[in-house]
C-alpha cells in the first residue's frame, strides 16, 4: 500500500483554433500531479505549449515533453516507418521546443513521456529504444521516462540507468498477459468504477482483467487520457476516492 501516488494526464493536445476533448484542459490541471504537454508534432502549438506550462505552473504540477510521430491528421495514432536516428531527431527537437517555452517562464521539464504510436514503437522496438537512451544520456540524463513495464524501453532505459516511470492505466482495460486492451473507439465509463479500480491497484496491487482474472501490477503513476470521454468525472471521483483514503499526490521527482 502506498500513501503517495503520481496522476498523469495528456494536456496541450489541440492544435490552433481546434481542441482535443473540449474545454476541459484547465479543470484537469488542477486534479493531477504530472502534465504530458503535446510538443507540436501530433498536436500542439507554441501558443498552446505556453498556456498549458502556465497552467501547470499555477497548479503546481510537473511538466513533461510529450513528443509524438510527425502525424497532425491522424492525431500520432498511425505508425510511421522511419529509421530511429530520424525518430530520435524528432523526439529531441520536440523536447528541444517545450523546453524553452517552459524556460521562458521559469520552469523546468521533469520528464520525457512519448505519445501514441510513437510511445508503441518504443515499447516493441529495440533500437529505436537503444538510440533515443543514448541521446538522452547526452542531453539530460537525469530526465525520467515514462514507459511500459517490461518494454524494451523500459529495459533499455535500465540497463542506461535512466530512471522509468511506470503507468497504470485508469481508463484503460487490461487482458490476462497484463497488456492493455487498445481500442480505436473508447467508452465511457463509471467513474465511481475507475476510482474504485485505481484505489484497489493503489493499496492492493492488483487489477480486474476483461476475463475477471485478479492479476498483479507495480506502478509509479495512474495514466488517464484527458481525451476520453467523461475524463473530468473520473479524475474528479479518482481524487476525491484518494483524498479521503489519506494518499497523497506527488510527482515522480518530488522529494
Known sequence: MTNHLDINADMGEGFGAWRIGGDID?????LISSANVATGFHAGDPSTMTH???EARRHHVAVGA???????????RRHIAAAPDELVSDVLYQLGALRELAAREGMAIRHLKLHGALYMHAARD????TELCDALLQVDAKLPVYCLAGSE????AEIAGIQR??????DRDYDDSGSIVFV???ARR???AVADKVLRAAQQGVVETLSGKTLAVRFDSVCLHSDSPGALEMLTAIRRRLDDEGIVLRSPGAG
Open 26 to 30: 484547465d479543470a484537469i490541471m488542477a
Open 52 to 54: 498549458s506550462l502556465q
Open 66 to 76: 510529450h513528443p509524438g510521430f510527425r502525424d497532425l491528421v491522424g492525431f500520432g
Open 126 to 129: 529495440a533500437d529505436f529504444a
Open 153 to 156: 524501453l523500459d529495459r533499455v
Open 165 to 170: 516511470v511506470h503507468e497504470f492505466y485508469a
Open 184 to 186: 480505436r473507439q473508447v
Open 190 to 192: 463509471d467513474p465511481d
